[in-house]
């Protein structure tokens, strides 16, 4: 997977994990199906993201980065065999304010950035 290395990742500013370009905000992500999410988009490759503050909410944070990567439609994700993506967890390090590359040990309770780039989103529809 081409997700940056936890090495070259460690910074005080938010890249996206895939290109290593500069998420220059995280804004308000409308929500069809219950509260708007903080989250954004990569300007350079189109990878979405959700942010987490909470870790008791991080499993649905993670659905949702999918969902919205998929626009929200659901069944696209989840009965399209084709459809393909990527993922990678970023969390924020509140002491070393640091970004840092996977979700840690279990006890990690850092805010996280949930990406998710789709693989599939240049490919024609194909005829079944
Ligand atoms: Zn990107």
Do not use: H
């Not at 069809?32 to 944070?61: H, K, M, T, V």
């Not at 065999?81 to 979700?103: C, H, I, M, P, W």
């Amino acid at each position: 997977m081409p997700i940056a290395n936890e090495k070259e990742y460690r910074d005080k500013v938010l890249k996206c994990p895939f290109c290593l370009a500069f998420i220059e905000k995280v804004g308000e992500v409308p929500n069809p199906f219950g509260q708007d999410l903080d989250g954004g988009e990569c300007a350079q490759c189109g990878a979405r993201f959700i942010y987490e503050r909470s870790w008791r909410r991080q499993g649905e944070a993670y659905g949702d980065a999918i969902a919205y990567a998929y626009d929200w439609d659901y069944d696209s994700v989840y009965e399209n065999v084709d459809a393909r993506y990527e993922e990678a967890v970023v969390r924020y390090n509140n002491t070393s304010g640091k970004y840092l590359l996977g979700e840690g040990d279990f006890k990690e309770r850092s805010p996280k950035y949930f990406f998710i780039r789709r693989m599939d989103i240049e490919q024609e529809e194909e005829e079944v």
